[in-house]
């Protein structure tokens, strides 16, 4: 199973890293794995993240090459001086060998963006 840990960065600190790995794997893969990372509005978030706003929403692929167990992006965050309380979104998770499994979330990876002026 292919898994990302829940982040959380300051508004002024972009980019946003965001990585998966192989959970649970003893080893690492023997063929390319192509996943791609899209950003996008988090539905059940109480205060959502507005794409190419806050975060950029642009879709990026990473390749997991024989021999990684790991691949990361980076995430270009907006610092805005809008007081607006922290702020939420996804990144789906996506490839195109139908055998690997993200997992049932409708989030894949939630990142939250803590809000540098006072609410």
Do not use: Y
């Not at 975060?55 to 007081?83: A, K, M, Y």
């Amino acid at each position: 199973q292919i898994r990302g840990d829940n982040t959380t960065i300051f508004e002024n600190r972009s980019p946003v890293r965001v990585c998966v790995d192989l959970r649970g794997a003893t080893q690492s893969t023997s063929q390319n794995l192509t996943i791609t990372f899209t950003p996008q509005l988090k539905p059940s978030a109480t205060n959502q993240a507005t794409p190419d706003e806050d975060f950029n929403s642009t879709v990026l692929t990473e390749v997991i090459q024989p021999g990684q167990t790991e691949v990361c992006v980076d995430i270009i965050i907006g610092n805005d001086r809008v007081v607006e309380g922290n702020e939420e979104f996804c990144v789906q998770l996506s490839s195109e060998n139908n055998d690997i499994d993200f997992g049932s979330e409708p989030c894949h990876i939630c990142v939250t963006i803590m809000d540098l002026e006072e609410v």
